[in-house]
T-cell receptor, first 112, second 116 residues
Framework: EPEVTQTPSHQVTQMGQEVILRCVPI?????FYWYRQILGQKVEFLVS????????KSEIFDDQFSVERPDGSNFTLKIRSTKLEDSAMYFC??????????FGPGTRLLVL | AQSVTQLGSHVSVSEGALVLLRCNYS??????LFWYVQYPNQGLQLLLK??????LVKGINGFEAEFKKSETSFHLTKPSAHMSDAAEYFC??????????????FGKGITLSVRP
């Protein structure tokens, strides 16, 4: 069964460093999302992406964040200058239709 | 705007007992509703969904949920808990009929423990 994959599974970085989280959505899907889950808190929407542009973004998704679909398979989330409060589990999701979003296993980011 | 309320953070049941996890939603437009499960150190797996068809929906692993518009609820049930059901459960809402490009709004999740 097709699935969303994410790399790396864990990332440790120093505050102020740039990180890139990578996702490979399900191959025939056209809509892509990033969510995050700070430890012990709810899953929060960050951004949605369609047709090579951002469709919607949350207040969390400030100028430090960017997304890109550099080729036909990858979907990336970049954090330019990480802060301690960026430590979280980041989930990528994709959908091909109006109903179900399929989630990847997540990348656990720890900013020291 | 949409929101989800999942009261309580932890539910504990005995193996074989009924599981009931509550979810109430708020939505300004007809909603689509989802339950996702997260096992330790894993991602979010879809359990079931309501998308304006039958109000009683059945999902994987014996779970089901009923959409009650009058109560703005979408509670998750399973007649008989199994040890393998121990996980965190998230209720989520999105705008129905909004096309694919519509974000999910999650509740804070409920941890289900199953006692032998």
């Amino acid at each position: 069964e097709p699935e969303v994959t994410q790399t790396p599974s864990h990332q440790v970085t120093q505050m102020g460093q740039e990180v890139i989280l990578r996702c490979v959505p399900i191959s025939n899907h056209l809509y892509f999302y990033w969510y995050r889950q700070i430890l012990g808190q709810k899953v929060e929407f960050l951004v949605s992406f369609y047709n090579n542009e951002i469709s919607e973004k949350s207040e969390i998704f400030d100028d430090q964040f960017s997304v890109e679909r550099p080729d036909g398979s990858n979907f990336t989330l970049k954090i330019r200058s990480t802060k301690l409060e960026d430590s979280a589990m980041y989930f990528c999701a994709s959908t091909g239709g109006p109903e179900t979003q399929y989630f990847g296993p997540g990348t656990r980011l720890l900013v020291l | 705007a949409q929101s989800v309320t999942q009261l309580g953070s932890h539910v504990s049941v005995s193996e074989g007992a009924l599981v009931l996890l509550r979810c109430n939603y708020s939505s300004s437009v007809p909603p689509y509703l989802f339950w996702y499960v997260q096992y330790p150190n894993q991602g979010l797996q879809l359990l079931l969904k309501y998308t304006s068809a039958a109000t009683l929906v059945k999902g994987i692993n014996g779970f089901e949920a009923e959409f009650k518009k009058s109560e703005t609820s979408f509670h998750l049930t399973k007649p008989s808990a199994h040890m393998s059901d121990a996980a965190e459960y998230f209720c989520a809402v999105r705008r129905g009929w909004a096309g694919a490009n519509s974000k999910l709004t999650f509740g804070k999740g409920i941890t289900l423990s199953v006692r032998p």
